[in-house]
């Protein structure tokens, strides 16, 4: 997913994380969506796969176009170059991907892996490219093996944050680098109103008239009510420490647009 960004102005600030908790899960059952913990993953698997069509198309009018351009950046400002070897967890339709291949030069060196079968089905990503069903917490892949691990928007998602990054910490390569793209809270009262407005709102709203699957209204509702209840980003950081990944900081622009960086520890 992309973000609401002026393209005029991206003003970074990072932050370092003191002393909280590791945790597992990201936020609790959102029990209008579904009733237990259990049935999160089940729940997520049939909603991305049912509005897998529809779900570009309404990224592209949510982000207002600047998804490719932010994501690009993003990217580069964690440390991706030309020939390294990448892994995008929760690739979903590829909108993250597609900007690690062009970065990288081949997209032979880009794999990505997702649960949802249906959103890399609806992927239009360069041929070359590897997609693999799999999950977060149980990665199909060897130890040190990438250069460059990408989450885009999926941390919330996610059934178990430490074990998520306990594996992004196993694949890589000593050394090499995570960034994972997350929307976060508003600070301030009157941003935390004026995004929840929009992307509860608005958002859902538009969907009536542009989708063809009956889900996607529900999908970005979904979509904001996990950012709400998500973790702060702290204790995000504080568990992927905790996994054993350093160098961990959080870059934001305007308030919401959060970029995690880590590198696994050269041996």
Request: charged share 25%; with cysteine.
């Amino acid at each position: 997913m992309g973000n609401l960004i002026d393209s005029r102005d991206l003003r970074m600030k990072t932050t370092h994380s003191p002393d909280f908790s590791p945790v597992h899960v990201p936020h609790g059952p959102l029990t209008e969506y579904y009733q237990t913990e259990q049935d999160r993953q089940a729940f997520l698997k049939k909603i991305f796969d049912d509005t897998a069509p529809d779900y570009d198309r309404i990224e592209r009018m949510m982000a207002l176009n600047t998804g490719p351009w932010y994501r690009r950046g993003a990217l580069a400002r964690a440390g991706l170059k030309h020939g390294m070897k990448v892994l995008d967890v929760g690739v979903g339709t590829g909108l993250v991907a597609a900007q690690a291949c062009i970065l990288t030069g081949d997209p032979a060196l880009v794999t990505g892996v997702d649960p949802s079968s249906g959103m890399m089905a609806a992927s239009k990503l360069p041929e070359g490219m590897t997609l693999v069903e799999g999950r977060a917490e149980s990665l199909p892949f060897p130890d040190n093996h990438f250069d460059f691990l990408s989450m885009g928007y999926a941390l919330r998602h996610i059934g178990d944050l430490s074990k998520a990054f306990a594996e992004f910490e196993r694949v890589l390569k000593p050394g090499g680098r995570l960034c994972v793209l997350e929307i976060t809270q508003a600070e301030s009262a009157p941003g935390r109103w004026l995004l929840k407005t929009y992307m509860r709102g608005v958002i859902p709203l538009l969907t009536r008239f542009i989708s063809r699957q009956k889900m996607s209204e529900t999908i970005w509702r979904y979509y904001w009510d996990s950012i709400e209840a998500c973790v702060p980003p702290e204790q995000v950081m504080a568990t992927m420490r905790a996994a054993g990944l350093k160098q961990v900081e959080r870059q934001a622009s305007l308030g919401v647009c959060s970029e995690y960086h880590a590198v696994k520890a050269e041996k």
